[in-house]
């Protein structure tokens, strides 16, 4: 019995592996993103809390250097945030023209998958047809022979 041969087999591995490697692009830029937005949130309650610390020590009497230190640091850290989601948006870009990418790419196996699975059936049809004929040989010479 014939055994199945894909001729572009050596392409289809290839194009898994390109798909792998684009999803572990992905997965990376997507750990970047993750980390950026733990910063800016980490940002965030570091303003916050600042700002409820300062709210409970400007009470009673008010220092004009103090009041301009915490103006600074507020500052400072809006600044750090507004940073943070700039660089947030440059990292989503990125990350959708990977996971493009990512699309193409299994558009490019799945393909090539197709082909392979569109060749498999022709050859069991024609494995299947070649059985068939040499049954009906079989089955013709038997009847020759008892009669």
């Known amino acids: 019995m014939k055994k199945f041969k894909f001729k572009f087999d050596k392409i289809l591995t290839f194009r898994r592996h390109q798909e792998k490697e684009k999803q572990r692009d992905l997965a990376k ?3 970047i993103r ?3 937005e733990d910063d800016i949130g980490d940002i965030r309650i570091s303003r916050v809390d600042w700002q409820n610390k300062e709210k409970k020590e400007l009470l009673g009497t008010i220092q004009p250097q103090r009041l ?3 103006s600074r640091y507020f500052l400072k850290l809006t600044k750090l945030e507004m940073a943070g989601i700039e660089a947030l948006k440059v ?3 990125e990350a959708d023209k990977k996971r493009e990418l990512l699309i193409e790419a299994a558009r490019n ?3 090539y998958e197709k082909l392979k699975e569109r060749h498999h059936k022709k050859f069991n049809r024609d494995l299947d047809l070649l059985e068939q004929k040499e049954n009906d040989e079989t089955g ?3 009847f020759v022979q008892n009669r």
């Open 68 to 70: 301009g230190g915490y």
């Open 34 to 36: 993750k980390k950026q």
């Open 109 to 111: 196996r799945k393909m």
């Open 91 to 93: 990292i989503d870009r």
């Open 29 to 31: 830029i997507m750990g």
């Open 140 to 142: 013709t010479k038997l």
